[in-house]
Nanobody
Framework: QVQLVESGGGLVQAGGSLRLSCAAS????????MGWLRQAPGKEREFVAA????????YVADSVKGRFTISRDNVKNTVYLQMNSLKPEDTAVYYC???????????????WGQGTQVTVSS
């Protein structure tokens, strides 16, 4: 079992920045690839970013490319999502997830956090 707790969400104006954190506990964090996904009201959950267990492979969705960056610290058992130049359409609940391999697909992840709300005002 892996327990994941997100933090860092909040209300920000368009053009602003936030950094989300996801702290992991339980089984060895470094064994897992990590992902960030989000879900806006009335929409399906969508992929945002993923990173392999060692950080060598990392990628983001086209919609956030050039604005969002994913990183991880295997000593602190934490994965981060740095979000810059935020837009109102980035408003969503952001979830971190852990799985055996990094993936665009939510079904690839076995463990999920409770989510953190990000609201971007225009």
């Amino acid at each position: 079992q892996v327990q994941l707790v997100e933090s860092g969400g909040g209300l920000v104006q368009a053009g602003g920045s936030l950094r989300l954190s996801c702290a992991a506990s339980g089984r060895s964090f470094r064994n897992y690839a990590m992902g960030w996904l989000r879900q806006a009201p009335g929409k399906e959950r969508e992929f945002v970013a993923a990173i392999s267990w060692n950080g060598v492979s990392r990628y983001v969705a086209d919609s956030v490319k050039g604005r969002f960056t994913i990183s991880r610290d295997n000593v602190k058992n934490t994965v981060y999502l740095q979000m810059n130049s935020l837009k109102p359409e980035d408003t969503a609940v952001y979830y971190c997830a852990a799985g055996p391999r990094d993936s665009y697909y939510s079904t690839a992840y076995d463990y999920w956090g409770q989510g953190t709300q990000v609201t971007v005002s225009s």
